[in-house]
């Protein structure tokens, strides 16, 4: 009758998520450059990605997550950060338990507070974490409705989920990485955490504004963002004024008044949910800053991009633009044509009538050509 006991003891549970976790991913960065990750994912033949896959639960579901440790080494646990659960399935090592290589672990717990929280690895505290083994996890209203953020909540067209973090690559040598697992003995690690990487989903530097990691949108449309932090570092989402930031929810909790703000504030561990209102721009620029939380200071300031899906962009290659990414100089046509050039925001640039135009006093970055009524998009390097 154990089996009985056990749905007694549980009740139904209306949702199993598999959860396996690894240490042998590669991560790379805008640069070039790679390091070596832990990481979760929700196959066994996926990449290890940083952050891990999300988690979609619905408001009062009985909640399974299914833990399975595949990596070798230190065991794992998986830690549900802001939400309220009992001690055993809250994966802390000294306080729950953890999971050894090839074992299972199963988190149970009723799905709280529709909002944004998070999960990690919990052991070797620090270590594990940013190593990469975190990620998302939503609450959705009680009936699984998306474009709605909580029961009786606002409604939206579209939501970007945003989580920040930073990699200090010291900390991912394998010596740090691979080491002796005793739950009562402090781990040595560096005194210091200083990122060289500072990273929104993953992405650092040029990757952030990378077309193919745009955040698309459709005219005049309501967007939902979620915005959360698991680094060790403080981060500001700075969106452009025009699209009057309202932020509603903060951990998991409608706020008691609206905070009207173009800047949001997110600190290790924290998560805010911000509409933003969109309207017939054809771009937006989202600019994301890490700063020291002892020096205040800001390390690394980093733009993303909002882009409309009613903007075509048409590919370099259809025409002769050329060099493309370009350092300088570019042709575009046989002949002289009207151009202009304009940066990303459509902030005017270059104008003029001529077969060729210099870059040359245009800082490094995504620029946007129109000749005869065509956008084309320009890199320079
Ligand atoms: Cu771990």
Not at 17 to 32: A, C, S
Not at 109 to 132: D, E, I, M, N, R
Not at 262 to 291: A, C, K, M, W
Request: one cysteine or more.
């Amino acid at each position: 009758m154990s089996l009985l006991f056990g749905q007694i003891a549980f009740g139904q549970i209306d949702y199993t998520k598999l959860i396996i976790g690894r240490n042998q991913g590669t991560h790379y960065f805008h640069d070039g450059d790679s390091t070596r990750v832990f990481g979760f994912t929700e196959t066994l033949s996926e990449e290890t990605k940083i952050p891990g896959p999300t988690i979609e639960v619905n408001y009062g579901d009985s909640v399974k997550i299914d833990f399975w440790n595949v990596s070798q080494g230190a065991p794992h646990t998986i830690h549900l950060h802001g939400l309220d659960v009992d001690q055993q399935n809250d994966g802390v090592p000294m306080l729950s338990f953890e999971v050894e290589h090839m074992l299972h672990g199963y988190y149970y717990f009723k799905a709280p507070h529709p909002g944004t929280y998070l999960y990690h690895c919990h052991v070797g505290s620090t270590v594990h974490l940013q190593a990469g083994m975190y990620g998302l996890l939503i609450v959705r209203p009680s009936n699984g409705e998306m474009n709605l953020n909580w029961d009786n909540g606002e409604s939206y067209d579209r939501e970007f989920s945003l989580l920040a973090s930073e990699i200090d690559t010291v900390w991912h040598n394998d010596t740090i990485l691979d080491h002796e697992h005793d739950p009562m003995m402090p781990l040595m690690v560096p005194e210091t955490f200083n990122a060289q990487y500072f990273v929104v989903n993953g992405l650092s530097g040029s990757q952030l504004n990378d077309p193919a990691n745009y955040m698309y949108f459709q005219p005049n449309e309501k967007v939902y963002m979620r915005l959360a932090n698991l680094g060790y570092y403080g981060v500001r989402y700075i969106f452009e004024s025009a699209l009057n930031a309202r932020t509603v929810a903060s951990d998991g909790r409608p706020l008691p008044n609206e905070q009207l703000g173009d800047t949001i504030e997110v600190l290790p561990g924290e998560r805010y949910e911000t509409f933003l209102q969109f309207g017939n721009q054809s771009s937006s620029i989202l600019t994301v800053e890490h700063f020291n939380l002892n020096t205040l200071e800001v390390s690394a300031s980093q733009e993303m991009v909002f882009w409309s899906s009613s903007v075509g962009i048409d590919e370099i290659s259809s025409v002769s633009i050329y060099p493309n990414p370009t350092d300088d100089l570019i042709y575009f046509s046989d002949s002289p044509v009207d151009y202009d050039i304009t940066d990303i925001t459509g902030k005017a640039q270059i104008k003029g009538f001529s077969k060729s135009s210099s870059l040359s006093r245009l800082p490094s970055g995504i620029y946007l050509l129109r000749i005869e009524g065509r956008t084309y998009r320009i890199i320079k390097n």
